[in-house]
């Protein structure tokens, strides 16, 4: 334009191509430079401890359980949100290592906690975890899947456990109750299915689901073998777990379980219809059964799987997020303060309230009348409570046999050998991680 | 600066008859010294774009690529590209690939030619313009979500068939191989056709009517027409859409993730999904490096050995 001489010959006065070109040179390098800079997200802010999680569907709950901390500790939580898991945990990884981590992280409890604290990136959190022991807030049970070499380097966020969700109504037209032995749940199954409903959910749709059924079989007929198994102490291939998978064949035969490729997202409004009969999940599970207009003990209710057998040692899965604090927190002190009084029942109650699941807390009741229902069973029963399948084992170890597991579930692979490619990733894997170790 | 400087082609310009004096040399060099200047500073931002975000990335892949997984990680020589030929999963992923290759290169560019055949120069070739271009429009991860609400083994496709009495054809689309994998092509076909037809129409737009018009006179039929006098001047639209074709089906990755994860196991991966899959759940940047390498190779491989063959052909 302006190499042709229009605007020296009298046209309208207007940005030069060189200005305009130059101001989108400086625009553009402010922002590249503002996106190299640190980010401010994580930095100190007066008053408040970031809290970098990948939930944002929670952010309710954190602004709640942030009004409920703030008079203990004088600090807000300043949630700092990533909708996806694997982004977020390559996002915090990286943060970790800045001068300004975020002063609390969400984790994955069990060996996903261990490698981060193998890494030398995580506060010991062994003093608070006394503290809350003292005072009776903390059950023992969860310091396996928090501690790495006998530190403590996360706090639970919350306790799940997993259940058999069924529908009140359902059951009651069918003259159908809770099932107390392996039997009675066979016989619910029968029943179920004899009047068109799935008898129960199973799925690989996701991923991770394949391993539901997997954890609850093996560990319905022999808690004492699960947990060796996901030690690395037994082998896929014994005899408990070819049991258990036979199990599981024998229930797909039947067509007692929803097809592999069942969204889980759809299975609350099934239930309610009538349409699936029992739904194994996770208690955290209440709140998509409430919004399915499903009030709890109305419309819904839950028990623990029965054990295969009837000698058998009752146990319960059990599921935790940690509660991190990095090494290098922008405010350390602001994180330390919060996680330290995360687990008082103010703070609890305000919680799980909102989440409609059980407390890390034992002595704080849970709000939604199922889950305290199960709570006081499994005290009742005094059920050994069992690290949850994925955090029990290093993770690629689990995300290999859930791939396996999915197999299994489509037919493309029999019960044996599902087993032994589980087994012999067990061999492999188990000898990377004690390398790692050494 | 070439045109001052070159001495006239001898033949076609009548001899001057005084030799034009040359430029002093310091003078020239400033000159040649500053177009030089002008050029690199026009092309360092290009170069530094793509050498930080594009080849320093890669070359740390390859680098990467020859270390091993353990938590210290040690040198690996080429284990990790090894696994192409040991590896179940990988195998049938390099199988899945080429599946993707053939796949999404046909059946949009045969789809896309059909239709744009049959609506161009028809009242209602905008209407159809718009009908096939939509699904384009939308994002891989939407259709994904759609398709899975139609796939599924309790999904829309089999209760239709349930209830036009045709159960014996319903199956679990998505959880058998290699059924799965062709399924999901035919859903990428349906999303990327929309752009062929678009393409080709313009093609077809821009065919001369005289060669037609030609072609007839001298007593060519429909199908000499078409393959005698369209096909040969839609071949450089053809070119763009088979080339976008086949980049697209190599590197395709959302439709396929958000359908079926490359699950059931790791039945439906492509090697973009191995990669991810290797790298970020399985935890194996090293064996994810890899298939990246392999990956790059193939596409940079593919498209030069495709652009070479037809623009040498073209004559460009």
Known sequence: ?438 | MRTTTAPPSAGHRPPSPEPRPLRPDPARRRVAARERFAAGAFMTPAVLLVGVVLLAPFATTVYRSFFDDHRHSGFAGLHNYQLFLTDDALLRSVENTLLWVVGTVALPFALGMLIACLTDATRWSRFARLCVIIPYALSGAAVAVVWNFVLSTDGALNQLLSAVGLESLSTSWLLDWPGNTLVIICVNAWQATGVAVILILVGLQGIPPETLEAASLDGAGPWQRFRHVVLPQLRPVSIIVIGMSLANGLKSFDLLWVLTRGGPGRATETLAVSMYQETFLLQRPGAGSAIAVVLTVIVLGASWLYLRRQFDEKGA
Request: charge should be neutral; include cysteine; charged fraction near 20%.
């Open chain 1, 1 to 438: 334009m302006n190499s042709s001489g229009t605007a020296a010959r009298g046209g309208r006065p207007g940005p030069t191509r060189r200005r305009f070109l130059a101001g989108l040179g400086a625009g553009l390098s402010g922002l590249a430079l503002a996106g190299c800079a640190r980010g401010d997200s994580t930095a100190a802010v007066e008053g408040t401890a970031s809290f970098s999680n990948d939930n944002a569907s929670w952010d309710d709950g954190y602004a709640l359980a942030s009004k409920a901390l703030q008079p203990l500790t004088g600090y807000a939580l300043r949630p700092l949100s990533v909708p996806e898991a694997v982004a977020y945990k390559l996002v915090a990884q990286m943060t970790l290592q800045t001068s300004r981590a975020p002063d609390i992280i969400k984790w994955t409890s069990g060996y996903e906690l261990k490698k981060l604290a193998r890494s030398g990136q995580l506060t010991d959190l062994s003093g608070l975890w006394g503290a809350y022991a003292d005072r009776g807030w903390i059950s023992e049970s969860q310091r396996d899947a928090m501690q790495y070499r006998g530190a403590v380097y996360g706090i639970p966020m919350h306790e799940s456990y997993y259940v058999v969700f069924y529908s009140r109504p359902v059951f009651a037209r069918l003259g159908l109750r809770v099932p107390e032995t392996w039997d009675e749940l066979l016989h619910c199954a029968t029943v179920l299915k004899r009047n068109g409903a799935t008898p129960f959910v199973g799925t690989q749709y996701g991923g991770w689901p394949a391993y539901e059924w997997f954890q609850e079989l093996i560990s319905k007929t022999d808690p004492d073998f699960y947990t060796a198994l996901v030690e690395g102490k037994a082998r896929y291939t014994d005899e408990p777990a070819v049991r258990a998978m036979g199990v599981w064949q024998d229930f797909m035969r039947k067509g007692w379980m929803t097809p592999p490729d069942y969204d889980q997202g759809k299975g609350a409004a099934e239930l309610r219809d009538g349409r699936v009969g029992m739904f194994l999940h996770a208690t955290w599970h209440t709140k998509n059964l409430s919004g399915a207009d499903m009030e709890p003990l109305k419309d819904y209710d839950a028990f623990v799987l029965p054990t295969v057998g009837r000698s058998t040692k009752k146990s319960v899965i059990t599921e935790s997020s940690a509660l991190a604090v990095p090494r290098r927190a922008a405010s350390h002190e602001a994180g330390m303060a919060n996680v330290g009084a995360w687990l008082h029942p103010d703070v609890q109650r305000a919680w799980t309230d909102y989440l409609q699941d059980g407390s890390a807390n034992p002595v704080v009741r849970a709000g939604n009348p199922v889950v305290a229902g199960l709570r006081d069973n499994i005290a009742k029963d005094r059920r050994a409570r069992l690290v949850r399948y994925s955090e029990a084992s290093p993770p690629s170890l689990i995300q290999g046999n859930i791939q396996d597991l999915s197999a299994f579930m489509t037919g493309q692979m029999s019960p044996g050998a599902t087993l032994r490619s589980m087994a012999d990733r067990a061999d492999e894997e188990w000898k990377t991680w004690r390398q790692d170790e050494a």
